[in-house]
């Protein structure tokens, strides 16, 4: 597999477009995902990463189907991985197992504390933070190229934006190579956190994270801002499914020109596994110029 780092699709300079999947529990959901990625073909993501689950529950899928869809899509993939529930000899491991795999980029995170537990609690000899696995990996595996995360409406657990950002820049100078946001809706979010990080001297690209969304629900855990014209469209939408889905395609669809016109280095779906929005919103893309290959 040739091993390429996405710090150098950025530095191409040209607009990236990539997707996120989650790794499939059954096999039911494995051929959803598998439909999906086949559909999504059409429109060569630059990246495909796959989230890594919370408390060891889907854990040993992501290294699966990362595999996979390399193997059949011929696709740069990414791992996810957390330091949740993983001693560091645990985490060396699983960095080793990715880098005999082929693979040369890791979203490196901290992750979220198990279900029902609120407060994140490192395990013994394990890590407390996103930049401690950081500077772990890039001292065992220097050629990785390691994807941070990013909080445009702030880390909810941080005490303020300032500390959010200092820990962020952190991050990034240990090793972080670029910066892949939390979801949000209103573009203003996004290029006021861009230009925060850069007055505080992080130059490193900052990839939009963009979830298109199907209902007002699906993104209340997240306690991310809904613009009230979104609110008002998905409200008129009620419980007509195709229609919320339209609504979602076409803000997305619109947030994402404004980003990638406001210099935005690309976009990174959040598909949740299915397609149809992400089409639609690619398809509206390729329509109106962005993205012409
Ligand atoms: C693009 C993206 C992909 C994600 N993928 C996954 C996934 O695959 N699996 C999953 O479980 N979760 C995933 N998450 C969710 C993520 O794990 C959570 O948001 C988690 O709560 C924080 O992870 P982090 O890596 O940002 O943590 P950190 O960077 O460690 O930050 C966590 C909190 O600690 C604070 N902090 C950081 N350093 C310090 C310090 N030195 N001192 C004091 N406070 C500090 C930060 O300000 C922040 O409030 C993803 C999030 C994003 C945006």
């Known amino acids: 597999m040739t091993a390429t780092h996405i710090s150098d699709l ?10 996120e999947f989650y790794p499939p529990k059954t096999e039911k959901d494995k051929a959803r995902l ?3 990625s086949r559909r999504l073909q059409e429109f060569r993501p630059d990246f495909v990463s796959v989230t890594y689950g919370a408390g060891g529950s889907t854990r040993q899928f992501t290294q699966e189907i990362t595999c996979q869809l390399q193997s059949e899509f011929g696709w740069l993939m990414m791992p996810h991985l957390t330091c949740v529930g ?4 645990e985490l060396f491991s699983i960095v080793r197992d990715f880098h005999h795999a082929g693979f040369r980029n890791i979203m490196t995170l901290r992750g979220d504390p198990p279900k029902g537990s609120g407060k994140f609690v490192a395990v013994k000899d394990g890590f407390r933070y996103a930049s401690d696995l950081v500077a772990f990996i890039k001292k065992h595996f220097p050629d990785f190229c390691l994807g941070v995360a990013g909080y445009p409406e702030k880390h909810p657990e941080a005490p303020s934006f300032e500390d959010d950002l200092a820990h962020l820049k952190f991050k990034v100078d240990l090793g972080g190579e670029f910066i892949t946001t939390q979801l949000f809706y209103d573009n ?17 690209p900052v990839i939009p994270g963009i979830l298109p969304i199907l209902n007002i629900g699906q993104v209340e855990r997240f306690g991310i801002t809904l613009p009230q014209d979104l609110f008002q469209q998905l409200k008129r939408a009620g419980k007509d499914k195709a229609r919320q889905r339209q609504v979602g395609i ?6 994402i020109a404004d980003l990638l016109d406001g210099g935005a280095p690309g976009v990174h779906l959040f ?3 299915l397609s149809k929005s992400a089409l639609g919103i690619l398809h509206n893309l390729r329509e109106r110029g962005y993205f012409p290959d």
């Open 250 to 255: 076409e803000w997305a669809t619109d947030q």
């Open 188 to 204: 203003a979010a996004y290029f006021d956190f861009v230009n925060r990080l850069r007055e505080i001297g992080v130059d490193k």
């Open 34 to 36: 598998l439909l999906a």
């Open 10 to 19: 950025l530095r191409q300079g040209r607009p990236l477009k990539s997707v």
């Open 86 to 89: 993983s001693t560091r000899d």
């Open 271 to 273: 598909v949740m596994n």
